[in-house]
């Protein structure tokens, strides 16, 4: 809520203010002189009704019901919201759908989301057969795979070569520069999240194989592949393949030789298989998969895979080291970030969506659905780093947090020495 607001909110409850105002600690009252005054209780009580009956509550309409009914904490933010805060969600359900025979894909992107600077985010659905085209970026690729297999193919700076087939939860990197395709097999194909460590990546304007050959003279080709006859090159698509349908590809085994002939396989593994790793942290209240270069080398990009179940907390905190994008999976929930300022902001996410938090800026997630809250934490930095605020006040000594906080010494004794990450504990 703006100043202009507050002042004139003021206004309309009139002597209710003044008589609030009048019981006031001494602490209050010096709030109370300043630009921006501290609102007490019984001031609250006249603007919210926990059944928003109120004359000041009502909405004649226009609404968009349906978009309100998924965002209760816009519709009726939390009374600790205060001020503007950039947007910071977005949902893959409003990009545009790019469809091509073998599948579609859609992304979110610093364009659609200016505030996400750092990663943009890229969700690609490939039938049974479908190709994402042979191609190369700048940026380095995450994935992980949402539904379905796919088999994945790069090739490194030695020529040293990576085929693997990925499933459901697999994770994998190809590094900036490196070419690389993928392919959704049987039964049904596959559907997979990719992420990129820049926030103006764009999908549709990446390396392809087909559209760089295209825009080659033949002779140079000829000259190139060993003198092979110009006819050998009349049948390169005129037009960029970028996603096509074609037969599945031949058996893992075999493939793998084939392209490792001369030179190899890549020394280090491009894909990850975070079904096969113990969680990182196990509470009550949910589970954690922290994936970075520590346990997966090759990736320039921090990842934690986070389960809340109904209920649980991702506890307040930060991260010192870089913005975070977030994608949920699956489950409903609401996130709280806290911009500095008396600037504080709730939204609800689910799955589909997309949340932003530049670096530093304290948040929290909690699961407000029925099932469990399942998203992403992805960090533009080989290494994950966070600081709890529990954490924080439990290594400061508790009397002058207590001179803080007043919550008495008691119950800072009582905060847990180590970061619980989700609680209940
Ligand atoms: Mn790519
Ligand atoms: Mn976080």
Aim: with cysteine; charged share 25%.
């Amino acid at each position: 809520m703006s100043d202009d607001n507050r002042i004139t909110r003021r206004k309309f409850v009139g002597s209710a203010a003044l008589a609030a105002a009048a019981t006031l600690p001494v602490y209050g009252q010096q709030q109370s002189e300043t630009k921006s005054p501290r609102e007490g209780p019984e001031e609250r009580k006249t603007q919210r009704s926990p059944d928003h009956h109120l004359p000041n509550e009502t909405d004649p309409g226009a609404r968009n019901a349906p978009l309100e009914a998924e965002n209760p904490d816009t519709v009726w933010g939390a009374e600790t919201d205060s001020g503007t805060v950039p947007p910071f969600k977005y949902s893959f359900s409003l990009a545009r759908k790019r469809i091509e025979n073998g599948g579609w894909t859609r992304q979110v992107t610093a364009r659609e989301l200016p505030i996400s600077k750092t990663i943009a985010g890229v969700e690609m659905r490939l039938t049974a057969g479908g190709v994402r085209e042979l191609h190369w970026h700048v940026s380095a690729e995450w994935a992980i795979m949402l539904y379905g297999k796919a088999r994945i193919t790069a090739v490194d700076q030695g020529g040293k070569s990576f085929v693997s087939d990925v499933g459901e939860g697999d994770l994998w990197l190809f590094p900036p520069g490196v070419p690389h395709s993928i392919q959704g097999l049987g039964p049904d194909g596959c559907k997979f999240l990719l992420v990129f460590d820049d926030g103006n990546f764009d999908e549709f304007q990446t390396f392809l194989l087909t559209d760089w050959l295209a825009h080659t003279p033949k002779e140079v080709l000829q000259k190139n592949f060993n003198n092979a006859p110009e006819t050998t090159f009349s049948h390169i698509p005129k037009k960029e393949l970028f996603i096509f349908q074609t037969e599945l590809p031949g058996e893992l085994k075999q493939e793998q030789t084939e392209s490792q002939e001369g030179t190899g396989m890549v020394p280090k593994r491009l894909d990850f298989r975070p079904s096969e790793m113990k969680p990182t942290k196990v509470t009550a209240g949910g589970e954690v998969k922290i994936i970075d270069s520590k346990n997966f080398p090759v990736s320039p990009i921090a990842s934690a895979i986070v389960r809340l179940k109904p209920g649980g907390l991702r506890e307040l905190h930060w991260h010192p080291n870089a913005d975070e994008w977030q994608y949920y999976i699956s489950g409903k929930g609401r996130m709280g970030i806290f911009t500095a300022a008396t600037r504080a902001r709730t939204m609800d996410f689910e799955e589909g969506d997309v949340g932003y938090i530049p670096i530093s800026q304290p948040h929290y997630i909690e699961n407000t659905g029925t099932t469990d809250l399942v998203f992403l934490e992805m960090f533009k930095s080989d290494h994950y780093e966070d600081i709890s605020l529990a954490e924080w006040l439990a290594h400061t000594p508790h009397k002058l947090v207590d001179q803080h906080l007043q919550f008495g010494k008691a119950v800072i004794d009582a905060i847990p020495r180590e970061k619980m990450v989700i609680t209940p504990r």
